[in-house]
């Protein structure tokens, strides 16, 4: 018997923002369980990711961090709107759950 969920991911939001060195890319990705124990129940993810003038890329999530819908878009807005990177982003977390 396998014991993985499943889950279907929907990006509801994705910013890209740039600045002098680097670019980002947010998105928030609403998580919803198939299976009968989780059925249709909402989880907000996050991910950030960043290319910087080399080229470089790197990403980070947070997987199903939220499961109240304004909640999580305020805290999404914030990262986009602040330029956090993926090297912020489970400090931010850790702050905004602490």
């Not at 910013?15 to 990705?29: A, F, H, Q, R, T």
């Amino acid at each position: 018997m396998n014991s993985k969920e499943c889950f279907t991911d929907t990006v509801i939001r994705k910013d890209l923002v740039s600045d002098e060195e680097n670019s980002y890319s947010y998105e928030l990705i609403l998580r919803e369980g198939t299976r009968t124990a989780s059925w249709r129940i909402p989880l907000y993810s996050i991910k950030v990711s960043m290319t910087d003038s080399d080229g470089i890329f790197t990403s980070a999530d947070v997987t199903d961090a939220f499961a109240d819908a304004s909640r999580a878009i305020r805290f999404y807005e914030k990262l986009v709107r602040n330029m956090a990177t993926p090297i912020d982003l489970p400090y931010v977390v850790e702050d905004e759950m602490g």
